[in-house]
């Protein structure tokens, strides 16, 4: 098995102040202090790859790592009292050994820095670990990373991608404690990508991220929504006591000036009668058919869209959207007249798409080519 130094770990007990607890007390101080875990897992590492040996060796050093992380989550907990601590990682073993599953990759970091990390990747936002990924694992340009994020509604700069990245190494790397990070990782393993190391899945990740940028969306709408909902008004303001009867003067007064002015009817005045519109005139009834009125009035078909273009598909299930990922791996989920579909990619023109959507036909699969903004 291939590790990390962890010369750190091998003075807590041979020289720290927790050399000379016992197996009680570092069970007990485990659920609140990283190096009592820490000593833990130094003082029984041995055993337990005593307990694995007969384990195939593919799966051998990920059972190991999946051993310790029970144990760690147990400690963790204080739920029970796991002594002795002999037995109880004895059960562990037993019920994990056959349950772990090769891992591609001959790095494996030290049960305790692995736990954390892990730890702190999950806290991590989605497109920080998609950045992380993207950069350590599936070494994208940062021309790549930028335009994966812009097709998805999040518009970025190549040169934002490098400054995204050392951000999201950073809060990482926050998220270990002080102590564990002082006791596995030196001044040149702190420069070291330890994403690789998680073997994270890249399907996995991708499907969070969607998920995270549909809640996303969602929330800007409902808060669109809210700000266009006019804020309730109070009660009107009460208008002076004496600007009632002077409204009613001056209105009283307007009237009579009207009336006075207005000319009396005489033998030659025209009586108010309605004059009725020859029919030429008279307005269309509202049940007349369309195609009684003039062609004008009929708009043509819109032009075909020659603009920005999205190739989807019908949403394949699991297997088809594996297949898919031959034409493009990066591959996401989005709402289509309501129905979900897969995006396989977004082009300047329809003409550029049609390669790409025919690609997707011999696969066995129905293209679907529409314009940008989706209906």
């Known amino acids: 098995m291939s590790n990390l130094p962890v010369s750190g770990e091998e003075q807590i007990l041979a020289e720290g102040p927790l050399a000379d607890c016992s197996d009680e007390q570092l069970v007990a101080g485990a659920s609140a202090s990283p190096l009592h875990l820490c000593a833990l897992h130094r003082r029984f590492d041995g055993l337990v790859r005593r307990l694995l040996a007969g384990v195939e060796p593919g799966r051998r050093r990920e059972a190991h790592q999946q051993v310790w992380f029970a144990a760690f989550a147990e400690l963790e907990a204080g739920a029970g009292r796991p002594l002795p601590v002999a037995g109880w990682l004895e059960r562990l073993a037993e019920r994990l050994a056959e349950s772990a599953l090769p891992v591609p990759g001959d790095v494996f970091l030290p049960a305790p820095l692995a736990w954390y990390l892990r730890r702190a990747w999950r806290e991590l936002p989605p497109p920080m670990r998609l950045v992380l990924l993207f950069v350590e694992v599936e070494r994208r340009s940062e021309e790549e990373i930028a335009r994966f994020f812009s097709e998805r509604q999040l518009p970025t700069h190549p040169a934002q991608v490098a400054v995204r990245y050392e951000q999201a190494q950073q809060k990482l790397m926050a998220g270990v404690p002080p102590e564990v990070r002082g006791l596995y990782l030196s001044e040149a393993l702190d420069c070291l990508s330890l994403v690789p190391c998680l073997y994270p899945v890249v399907d996995e990740e991708l499907a969070a991220f969607e998920s995270w940028r549909r809640e996303r969306e969602e929330q800007e709408r409902e808060q669109q929504t809210q700000a266009a909902v006019p804020a309730p008004t109070g009660r009107p303001p009460r208008l002076p006591g004496w600007l009632g009867p002077a409204a009613v003067a001056a209105g009283l007064l307007a009237a009579g000036t009207v009336v006075l002015q207005a000319p009396r009817p005489g033998a030659n005045t025209p009586s108010a009668v309605p004059i009725a519109l020859p029919p030429a005139q008279q307005s269309q009834p509202?049940?007349?058919?369309?195609?009684?009125?003039?062609?004008?009035?009929?708009?043509?078909?819109?032009?075909?869209?020659?603009?920005?273009?999205?190739l989807l598909v019908v949403d394949p299930g699991p297997a088809g959207l594996a297949t898919l990922r031959r034409v493009d791996r990066?591959?996401?989920?989005?709402?289509?007249?309501?129905?979900?579909?897969?995006?396989?990619?977004?082009?300047?023109?329809?003409?550029?798409?049609?390669?790409?959507?025919?690609?997707v036909a011999q696969l066995g699969f129905t293209p679907i080519l529409t314009p940008a903004i989706l209906p």
């Open 286 to 310: 509202v049940s007349q058919p369309m195609a009684s009125l003039p062609a004008a009035a009929v708009s043509p078909p819109p032009p075909a869209w020659r603009g920005r273009t999205y």
């Open 330 to 359: 990066g591959i996401f989920y989005r709402q289509h007249r309501g129905k979900p579909h897969v995006q396989i990619g977004l082009y300047s023109t329809r003409k550029k798409a049609q390669p790409a959507a025919a690609q």
